[in-house]
Antibody, heavy 122, light 106 residues
Framework: EVQLVESGGGLVQPGGSLRLSCAAS????????MDWVRQAPGKGLEWVGR??????????EYAASVKGRFTISRDESKNSLYLQMNSLKTEDTAVYFC?????????????WGQGTLVTVSS | IQLTQSPSSLSASVGDRVTITCRAS??????LAWYQQKPGKAPKLLMY???NLQIGVPSRFSGSGSGTDFTLTISSLQPEDFATYYC?????????FGGGTKVEIK
């Protein structure tokens, strides 16, 4: 069974940094695009960004709200996905989910982790 | 691309037929997914490519639409279907979600 387990969330002050991790198992990690999606408390889902697979050069896309502050990376040797978050703002407070993107004409997020909570507050 | 879901919430009874709509601000072909989310849980993929049922999802769920207008229908609402539903377009970056539709018990 595909598993995605996020870690690294916590409390951070505005302007600070945090790195989230997502450990993947039971699928061929370097074949898949991977996404980060977040959800502020009591709010809807917001797509954060995506990294493409090895065949597509691990290139990335970001939401406008995080571009230039957040960086997605991956370590194939560890089957892990990362989200480096810098210059954090209070509005970045959310549960952050990683998701596997599966191809069927386009890439759809078919498996999700349980999420990790990031709180940005002084 | 903005996705507008309606209604934002609805109350229904077990056995009811429920329809949720998702309208895109520009054409997205059929590159639309539907997700179900229960409180404190991760979203679950229900439909992809607008009308394709994800493996393991009950057949009472169906999707339709292309271009800018899409619908998710639950033919006979079951107790486990009370949740929030989101559409997502995967046609153009940045990917976007609709605001969600909360389905509550009447």
């Amino acid at each position: 069974e595909v598993q995605l387990v996020e870690s690294g969330g916590g409390l951070v002050q505005p302007g600070g940094s945090l790195r989230l991790s997502c450990a993947a198992s039971e699928f061929t990690f370097n074949d898949h695009y991977m996404d980060w999606v977040r959800q502020a408390p009591g709010k809807g889902l917001e797509w954060v960004g995506r990294t493409r697979n090895k065949a597509n050069g691990y290139t990335t896309e970001y939401a406008a709200s995080v571009k230039g502050r957040f960086t997605i990376s991956r370590d194939e040797s560890k089957n892990s996905l990362y989200l480096q978050m810098n210059s954090l703002k209070t509005e970045d407070t959310a549960v952050y989910f990683c998701a596997r993107a599966w191809y069927s004409g386009a890439y759809y997020s078919d498996y999700w982790g349980q999420g990790t909570l990031v709180t940005v507050s002084s | 691309i903005q996705l507008t879901q309606s209604p934002s919430s609805l109350s229904a009874s077990v056995g009811d037929r429920v329809t949720i709509t998702c309208r895109a601000s520009q054409g997205i072909s059929n590159y639309l997914a539907w997700y179900q989310q229960k409180p404190g849980k991760a979203p679950k993929l229900l439909m992809y490519a607008a009308s394709n049922l994800q493996i393991g999802v009950p057949s009472r769920f169906s999707g339709s639409g292309s271009g800018t207008d899409f619908t998710l229908t639950i033919s006979s609402l079951q107790p486990e279907d009370f949740a929030t539903y989101y559409c997502q377009q995967v046609n153009t970056y940045p990917l976007t979600f609709g605001g969600g539709t909360k389905v509550e018990i009447k």
